[in-house]
Nanobody, 121 residues
Framework: QVQLVESGGGLVQAGGSLRLSCAAS????????MYWYRQAPGKQRELVAG???????NYVESVKGRFTISRDNAKNTVYLQMNSLKPEDTAVYYC???????????????WGKGTLVTVSS
């Protein structure tokens, strides 16, 4: 019903930048909040940033001032601009959207498959 595809991951040197994107497609009725999570090897998945439909944002303390989450409601797309990357940012990044499909007409969470970000020292 709803599919999410992330892109933009890669290998960068510490201090570099990357921009992740996640586009939703399918029979979408509406999308509420959008989120970016990340999971490093051997660690718990953590919420990195979130954004409401109205544009209110929140970030985990470790990325404040370096990452920026944004969205394009017309395209059902969420972005994560990552600047001043650090080795500890290395992880698989996943997007999640709270959405309602036209078929189901019930709000639920949809996840992308993830994109790997590797930051070298």
């Amino acid at each position: 019903q709803v599919q999410l595809v992330e892109s933009g991951g890669g290998l960068v040197q510490a201090g570099g930048s990357l921009r992740l994107s996640c586009a939703a497609s399918g029979s979408i009725f509406n999308v509420n909040a959008m989120y970016w999570y990340r999971q490093a090897p051997g660690k718990q998945r953590e919420l990195v940033a979130g954004i409401t439909r109205g544009g209110t944002t929140n970030y985990v303390e470790s990325v404040k001032g370096r990452f920026t989450i944004s969205r394009d409601n017309a395209k059902n797309t969420v972005y994560l601009q990552m600047n001043s990357l650090k080795p500890e940012d290395t992880a698989v990044y996943y997007c999640k959207m709270q959405a309602t499909s036209r078929e189901l007409m019930y709000a639920m969470d949809y996840w992308g498959k993830g994109t790997l970000v590797t930051v070298s020292s």
